[in-house]
């Protein structure tokens, strides 16, 4: 089976500019996750879908979004982009929604804010 | 907010030489996870260990869980350069989303 990957793998964009992340999940898997990684604060959880259902949302301004669509397939939105979102974007999915599930990681993605 | 904090933020050790790396929570957990990150890259599960054990091994790996303590340990044994990574420790502390901590940075020097 093919492994999570995300799109694009490197980003840079401008204060104020938007920016959507896409990933796609490893077949079957019905649960998608979204962290952000950055050096100073590590892994912060933003979200996880269910079967297209935002189940748990991460303690991050309303700027960061998600959705989910019928193939399981996520895409998470930046709006009015700040220096600080500069940061590693990594998904993560799931064969269920249960916490015993094996997250399998994208790559990530590399966004920096210029 | 980061759950599962680990201790100590960086290790440096020589190759043949155990690791050993610990985690702890607030509160609950019902599960709790280690992960490995090499440079840059995404995650790789290692093992899980739930609230009703004490004790599981992978290969060279150990793990234990005190509930008692809110603390888990991560054991790597005869440690390799390959070992080289971050570590980190997840749990379902806040429910079903899995919440990670700033995780360890080891260095195994060949």
């Known amino acids: 089976k093919a492994g999570v990957t995300q799109t694009p793998r490197y980003l840079i964009k401008t204060r104020g500019q938007q920016v959507t992340l896409s990933c796609s999940p490893i077949?079957?898997?019905?649960?998608v996750s979204w962290y952000q990684q950055t050096p100073g604060q590590g892994l912060q959880f933003l979200f996880e879908?269910?079967?297209?259902?935002?189940?748990n949302k991460g303690n991050f301004p309303g700027r960061f979004s998600g959705r989910q669509f019928s193939n399981s397939r996520s895409e998470m939105n930046v709006s009015t982009l700040e220096l600080g979102d500069s940061a590693l974007y990594l998904c993560?999915?799931?064969?269920?929604?249960?916490?015993?599930?094996?997250?399998?990681f994208g790559p990530g993605t590399r966004l920096t804010v210029l | 907010s980061q759950q599962g904090e680990e201790d100590p933020q960086a290790l440096s050790i020589q190759e043949g030489e155990n690791a050993t790396m610990n985690c702890s929570y607030k509160?609950?957990?019902?599960?709790l996870q280690w992960y490995r990150q090499n440079s840059g890259r995404g995650l790789v599960h290692l093992i899980l260990?739930?609230?009703?054990?004490r004790e599981k091994h992978s290969g060279r790996l150990r793990v234990t869980l005190d509930t008692s303590k809110k603390s888990s340990s991560l054991l790597i044994t005869a440690s390799r350069a390959a070992d080289t990574a971050s570590y980190f420790c997840?749990?379902?502390?806040?429910?079903?989303?899995?919440?990670f901590g700033a995780g360890t940075r080891l260095t195994v020097k060949p």
């Open positions: 077949s079957g898997h019905r649960s």
């Open positions: 993560a999915s799931s064969l269920g929604a249960a916490s015993t599930d094996t997250q399998y």
């Open positions: 509160t609950s957990i019902n599960n």
């Open positions: 260990i739930r609230s009703n054990e």
């Open positions: 879908y269910f079967s297209e259902t935002q189940r």
């Open positions: 997840a749990t379902d502390e806040h429910g079903p989303d899995m919440r």
